[in-house]
């Protein structure tokens, strides 16, 4: 399972005009940057300025800090914070769709950025898409540690302390994104076409996709059950909170996870929009319902119905919530709170969301008795909810002693 996304800069968040590097208006507006920097640090008129790059340029090609370094003895440091503090605005395309691509990304995997290029030039774009925060590393080329030298990837493995199998490295380049990476034990995948790579996709939209993709061919596993709990219709919940119902849905079939849920005949249900959100983004659902036949409320969002034969409100709720790796409840009524006493004596994890009124707010962060088995846990948002729910069902499953047998295959 893919634990890692590590993200390449440019040409890959966002694309360099051309596919490439050189002569692009990035590559441009460093040597007209360079020339202003020769002037200002060396006093040197325009045309000595220029005559001093062209030298650089032809002696050390692309590594114009170096030559700046070994010419005139500019720290590299200095040329980087002068030349690339580039303005991202005419470079850079910013979409409002990259920031909830990332966002969406940061709930089910740990990002990192690795980039030869400078600090602060890395910086200016991730701040200027709006992206930052989502990273939990940035690591830039400045030191001589750098994806086109190899050596930074032994270096990211330590820090990060990443599996590379279980790691995905997202690039533009064939040898620095894709060759060197997947010596080291790297998963990859390259924007652009690509002979070498895991998977290849026309651009970063595509990503998500492309990961899951991998996880399916390379490491097959049991998917985790995530049970969704929530009010029937009966209940007169909001839009809003059966909206927030759906979002739990789509995260978890985004995780590649199962949405399992209290298929009602009569009425729809919080879980019943959870399921719907599931399946708008092909994720698989379970509907466990009571008495016999399958009539049950929305056929078209649920892939396998369990027919337990049991009674509503009873055996058929032990059904369900046994069948769950953890359970994540919102509002509810009287049959969520079975659902969740039932979860609690099984000691099966459970989540609830907060502010959605019901059981939810009333259970959240407490004990259901003085065993203090597990607790009731709650979060805020959707997001929350089903990256935790994924983090404590792993935990619960591998401290199972029965099931450590299966430690490979739910890592
Ligand atoms: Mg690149």
């Known amino acids: 399972m893919i634990k890692t996304v590590i993200f390449d800069l440019d040409g890959t968040l966002y694309n360099l005009e051309g596919g490439k590097f050189k002569g692009s208006n990035l590559q441009k507006s460093i040597l007209e940057r360079a ?29 114009i800090s170096l030559g700046m370094e070994s010419e005139y003895g500019i720290s590299r440091k200095e040329y980087f914070d002068y030349v690339w503090n580039i303005d991202p605005e005419k470079i850079v ?25 400078p600090k602060i030039w890395i910086k200016n774009v991730i701040n200027y898409l709006e992206i930052s925060d989502f990273f939990k590393g940035v690591e830039n080329g ?62 970063i939209y595509e990503i998500e996709d492309a990961v899951r993709s991998i996880c399916m061919k390379k490491n097959y596993k049991r998917k985790l059950q995530i049970g969704v709990m929530g009010s029937a219709a009966d209940l007169k919940y909001s839009s809003e909170i059966s909206n927030l119902a759906e979002e739990v849905g789509e995260l978890i079939a985004k995780s590649d996870n199962i949405t399992v849920y209290g298929a009602e005949k009569d009425y729809d249900s919080l879980s019943t929009a959870a399921a ?7 994720g698989l659902t379970v509907g466990v319902t009571y008495g016999k036949g399958k009539d049950i409320f929305d056929k078209e969002n649920t892939d ?55 059981w939810s707010d009333k259970l959240s962060d407490t004990y259901f008795d003085a065993r203090e088995r597990r607790k009731v ?11 935790l729910a994924i983090k404590l069902a792993k935990e619960r499953l591998l401290s199972l002693d029965k099931l450590n047998r299966l430690e490979g295959e739910i890592k």
């Open 276 to 282: 719907k959100g599931a399946k708008r983004f092909d």
């Open 377 to 387: 846990i709650g979060v805020d948002t959707p997001e929350q909810a089903v990256s």
């Open 35 to 63: 020339v202003l920097f020769l002037e200002e640090k060396l006093l040197f008129d325009g045309n000595k300025a220029r005559d001093a790059l062209k030298i650089i340029l032809d002696k050390y090609g692309e590594d």
């Open 93 to 117: 395309f910013k979409s409002k769709e990259l920031v909830s691509l990332i966002n969406r990304m940061s709930v089910i995997y740990d990002l990192i950025l690795v980039s030869d290029a």
């Open 304 to 358: 396998v119905c369990v027919v337990t034969g049991l009674e509503r409100g009873g055996g058929r709720e032990f059904v369900l919530v046994n069948s769950c790796d953890v359970i994540i409840a919102i509002s509810g009524g009287s049959g969520t709170l079975t659902e969740l006493a039932i979860a609690y004596q099984s000691d099966i994890p459970m989540i609830v969301i907060n502010g959605t009124g019901g």
């Open 142 to 203: 400045e030191d001589d540690f750098r994806k086109s030298n190899g050596n930074i990837f032994p270096k990211i493995i330590k820090k990060y302390s990443l599996e590379p199998n279980n790691t995905v490295f997202v690039g533009d380049q064939e040898e620095e994104d894709v060759v060197i990476p997947t010596k080291y034990g790297f998963k990859t995948i390259k924007v652009g076409s690509s002979d070498a790579a895991n998977s290849s996709i026309k651009n």
